[in-house]
């Protein structure tokens, strides 16, 4: 077996994608020799481009024994706690989509089908004011939560610093670079498989695998010949602009999230730099300058032969809920996990892409839930909201509708509760409360759901405001 | 708020464990949705099978509010860690599949691939099992109650309960009847159902009596009597996989250890179990009798048995499969109505409970919602298909060749999802991991070990550490196992202090 081991992976791909995922192939398995070719990741290429993370990358940084004092003091990052959206549904409050519980399950059933029957009755406080982390937020304070806790964070990014230190302790743990930028992808004879990479500078590298997160334009597993299965029947906005800003005095916890009349806008901020963007549709609004061009959807197969496409190069989708990153490195998890041989098993690149397919279409089901749940009288809107839904999303949709039961699949990235905030938060109820809870009575349920929001407030003075808790890291940091 | 919809009069159809579990989890559960009303004849015996159960019982136990030594003293129980397999792999082999993990169940890689990197790198380690402290407790025939501080090596496992089923679902009648469940005794003769809708509207018993009803729970057993005969449910035959169609059972005298684990031993022609209670060893031979006769079968289990037989064997008839569907209409089967797969893996009451569970959570607030009724429908299938993977995968991974039965199943055609499963296993050890299903990658891990399915390679990541430091601690990590495991009472000694049964 040993003779047929992968020894040496080729990594295409210089933003925050390729140096994470050289990284980590350096740290998990040693073994492996890694080189990267540091092509500048483009315009288009999200996973390497966006601020905001969701809370897996902090797991991500565990397994790659990098420390807060590293991902977070010395790259610029803050944290983030969630999203506040905004116009999504008219005549709805603004909401928060915000990490980790919201209440907690009494009597017979889970919270929020006591929250359903209150809601029903027109008696519901908002359902994120059942959520810590929603509390935290819109106070612009934040600590870690104790293990085990009520909540969890992502980070917003200052991606030039993050990409500096990911490159940096790539090369610590033995990663090589090779600069140059790729002249041609050379086959070998009709297997489907890529044999070595020619350099524009002169000089050609030779991998057993060849791992491409180059962006959109996928270099290398472009040139095996590769499917899009495109997603805009869902996901109709086309177009992306993005600019840098100064960053705010006292960094948010919350990015904003606003529904514009053709699509939407945000606002996300690390303690060093501020991001706005916009994304709408070019069919029904005119060209933006810089506007960069959005084809949501997935590669068929992400792995093909000796190569695999990460990030941009596998999955497109616009930032809304920030998953683009968190795909990546889901992705190189999975790549670090189920490392083949040089065979090249079917049944096990077959596997690879179950899963990332599987994970992908959940995120697409997730994101067209906050079209196909929106309430505008522009005519974008109206068309999104219209639009037939994938099956799975279908699916989901019925169930809630009919018990406010949310049917959880295989490789879900967003949890019951993130389902549950954006369904609750655009005013999506079910048709009746779930008959589990109607031997407890209501009034019992109203005391018990009184108590919990007055818990979540009661948390929030005690807390460091956010710079001020940067500040106290910084410190331990520099001890 | 609206007023509360009408009470749904639910009719159950048979009792036993199948009928008294989903009456008493909806009297106790949805008391203010519906009347129970179930019909039974006395004159039908209950099949009683499921007499070892699955750890997802004491959930189903804890939501009826079940106090746990009294139930167990009440059916006699016995605790039960996992499942000891003799002769499966090769005649002399044995096994144990725990309900618990191997390593601590914590981090990434599974605590296998280190094993497995270490076999393959020469070194001489110990078998998986002694890596595991369920499997350790149940060789050395010890108890203790979990611990439920996950960082300690004793919250590794959990357990399950070997009972007398004829007992269960008699304790469970009190639990019901205590809370309104009504009971007519009487055999059922004709099912009556609407011309338009084919929705079955009552039942007419031998007495000439009607039961009308909103909702048939079908829990007639294998008659499947509203399911399969009157509605016509075609039924998925699963015998080409799983040939076994016959049981022989007959309870003896405990001679041996009273132990904490199910013994199921691979015979000439099928498996043997071996179920301790506290008062009595139940016994039976599963076989399939295109391969053997039932005079044949009677006389090795006879001859097998630990102790004096306590009756005469008694044999069952069934068939391995599932209906289509299990709720059709205002039908909804709940157990053998619905399908059968051998208690191989102890999961019919697990199957029964899958079914309760997912009826409570889509009980009908009024009309049958087709929404409800699919659901329902897709997460029993779920339950039955990956069962159903995980018993063919017993019989198809073995290496005997010495009888006419284990060379059709070695040699014939598996489901393409389960080829792939173990193709993946074969390759680096890898368990396709699943969010829903009943038996997670120790179960699965367990039984491709047990049965000589040896992965050529295993997860690179597993070669991070040192190797001389990586066998010095799980040298470490097995003494320790072993050591916590004869630190623990002895199982009949934790029995008779926790829930011995009325003398």
Redesign the interface.
């Known amino acids: 077996?040993d003779g047929k081991?992968i020894r040496h992976v080729l990594v295409a791909g210089g933003g925050i994608v390729g140096w994470s995922c050289a990284a980590m192939l350096r740290k998990?398995?040693?073994?492996?020799a890694v080189t990267v070719l540091p092509v500048a990741p483009p315009p288009d290429a999200l996973a390497d481009r966006v601020q905001a993370t969701l809370p897996t990358i902090v797991y991500f940084h565990n397994?790659l024994g990098l420390t807060e004092a590293d991902t977070v003091v010395r790259a610029g990052s803050g944290f983030r706690l969630g999203t506040l959206f905004e116009g999504w549904a008219e005549g709805m409050p603004g909401y928060v989509h915000a990490y980790g519980e919201h209440g907690r399950p009494f009597g017979?059933a889970s919270f929020h089908q006591h929250w359903v029957?209150a809601a029903?009755?027109g008696e519901a406080a908002p359902f994120d004011a059942f959520a810590p982390a929603a509390a935290l937020g819109r106070a612009g304070r934040f600590a870690h939560p104790e293990a085990g806790g009520a909540y969890a964070y992502g980070l917003t990014l200052t991606p030039e610093r993050y990409r500096h230190l990911m490159r940096a302790y790539a090369l610590h743990l033995g990663a090589i670079e090779r600069p140059g930028d790729i002249a041609q992808v050379r086959l070998a004879g009709e297997d489907g498989r890529i044999e070595g990479v020619e350099l524009a500078g002169g000089g050609a590298v030779e991998a057993d695998l060849f791992v491409d997160a180059t962006g959109p334009r996928a270099l290398l597993r472009g040139a095996l010949g590769l499917r899009l299965e495109e997603w805009g029947q869902w996901l109709p906005c086309d177009r992306l602009v993005m600019r840098e800003a100064p960053p705010a005095a006292e960094p948010p916890l919350l990015d904003i999230a606003v529904a514009e009349a053709a699509g939407w806008r945000w606002r996300s901020s690390s303690p060093a730099l501020a991001t706005e963007g916009r994304v709408f549709s070019s069919a029904h609004e005119p060209e933006a300058d810089g506007a960069v061009t959005l084809r949501q959807g997935r590669v068929a197969q992400p792995w093909l032969g000796n190569c695999v496409a990460i990030g941009d190069a596998a999955v497109r989708v616009e930032p809304l809920e920030w998953a683009n990153l968190h795909l990546a490195h889901s992705a190189i998890d999975r790549l670090?996990?189920?490392?083949?041989?040089r065979d090249f098993?079917p049944?096990?690149t077959?596997?690879y892409n179950r899963q990332g397919v599987a994970e992908a279409d959940r995120v697409r089901d997730f994101l067209a839930l906050h079209y196909r749940a929106s309430r505008r009288s522009e005519a974008f809107w109206r068309d999104a909201a219209a639009a037939e839904p994938p099956p799975s999303l279908a699916h989901t949709l019925?169930?809630f509708?009919?018990?406010g039961?949310l049917?959880?699949?295989?490789e879900?990235s967003f949890n019951r509760d993130s389902w549950l905030a954006v369904l609750l938060g655009q005013g999506l109820l079910p048709r009746?409360a779930?008959?589990?809870i109607?031997?407890v009575p209501?009034d019992e349920s109203a005391a018990a759901m009184a108590r919990m929001r007055s818990a979540v407030a009661a948390g929030v003075p005690g807390v460091p405001t956010h710079a001020a808790y940067l500040s106290s890291l910084s410190r331990q940091a520099a001890r | 708020?609206a007023d509360?919809p009408p009470k749904v009069n639910v009719t159950i159809v048979g009792g036993g464990t199948a009928g008294w579990m989903t009456a008493a989890a909806l009297v106790k559960?949805?008391?203010?949705?519906c009347n129970v009303h179930l019909i039974e004849s006395e004159a039908i015996g209950i099949v009683g099978v499921g007499e070892a159960t699955l750890p997802h019982i004491r959930a189903f136990n804890e939501r009826l509010g079940i106090d746990e030594a009294e139930f167990m003293a009440t059916t006699r129980a016995t605790f039960k860690l996992g499942i000891e397999f003799d002769n499966w792999g090769r005649i002399g082999d044995s096994y144990i599949h725990p309900f618990g993990t191997f390593g601590r169940g914590s981090g990434?890689?599974d605590f296998h691939q280190y094993w497995l990197r270490l076999r393959?790198a020469g070194h001489d380690v110990p078998d998986l099992e002694n890596y595991s402290l369920a499997c350790m407790m149940a060789r050395l025939n010890r108890f203790a109650l979990p611990n439920p501080d996950p960082d300690e090596l004793t919250s590794t496992f959990g357990y399950a309960y070997q009972f007398d089923a004829t007992l269960f679902a008699p304790y469970l009648r009190r639990f019901a009847e205590g809370l309104g469940a009504r009971r007519t005794e009487g055999r059922i003769v004709d099912v009556l159902r609407d011309g338009e809708s084919g929705d079955v509207t009552g039942v007419k018993l031998e007495s000439g009596e009607t039961i009308g009803g909103d909702l048939f729970i079908d829990c007639s057993g294998f008659v499947s009597l509203l399911l399969g005969r009157a509605l016509g449910e075609p039924f998925q035959d699963w015998s080409k996989w799983l040939p076994n169609d016959r049981a022989t059972a007959m309870p003896c005298r405990t001679e041996t250890a009273l132990t904490p684990y199910t013994g199921v031993i691979a015979m000439e022609a099928g498996w043997r179990w071996r179920i301790p209670l506290q008062h009595r060893t139940g016994n039976g031979y599963v076989y399939a009798s295109a391969f053997l006769s039932e005079e044949k079968a009677a006389e090795a289990l006879v001859a097998a048995v630990e102790g004096e037989p306590l009756a005469a064997p008694r044999v069952l008839k069934f068939k391995a499969g599932r209906r289509e569907r299990s709720w059709v209409g205002n039908v909804v089967g709940v157990g053998l109505a619905s399908g059968f797969l051998e208690p191989l893996e102890s999961t019919s009451i697990y199957l029964i409970q899958a079914a309760i569970t997912a009826l409570?959570?889509?009980?009908p607030?009024g009309p049958v919602?087709p929404?409800?009724r699919d659901?329902f429908n897709r997460l029993v299938d779920l339950e039955y298909d990956r069962i159903r993977d995980f018993l063919i995968l017993h019989y198809h991974a073995t290496e005997r060749t010495d009888s006419e039965f284990w060379n059709y199943v070695r040699t014939m055609e598996i489901p393409d999802t389960l080829e792939?499963k173990m193709?993946?296993f074969r390759?680096?050890g890898?368990v396709?991991?699943?969010?829903?299903g009943v038996f997670l990658d120790a179960s699965w891990i367990a039984v491709y070990l047990g049965q000589r399915v040896i992965p050529?390679?295993h997860?690179?990541?597993a070669?991070?550490p040192d190797a001389e430091a990586l066998l010095r601690a799980m040298e470490t990590f097995r003494r320790e196992v072993r050591a916590t495991a004869e630190a623990m009472p002895d199982h009949r000694r934790h029995i008779e202090t926790y829930c011995p049964m009325a003398a």
Do not use: H, N
């Not at chain 1, 998990?28 to 492996?32: E, F, K, M, W, Y």
């Open positions: 077996m081991a998990r398995i040693p073994a492996l397994d017979t029957r029903l009755a670090v996990a189920m490392m083949p041989d098993s049944v096990e077959w596997d019925a169930l509708r009919e018990r039961r049917p959880i699949y295989d879900e009746a779930d008959p589990l109607e031997i209501p | 708020m509360a559960l949805l008391p203010t949705r990434e890689p393959q409570l959570e889509l009980f607030d919602s929404v409800l659901e792939e193709e993946l390759r680096r890898r396709v991991k699943y969010r829903e050529e390679g997860d690179m990541r070669d991070a």
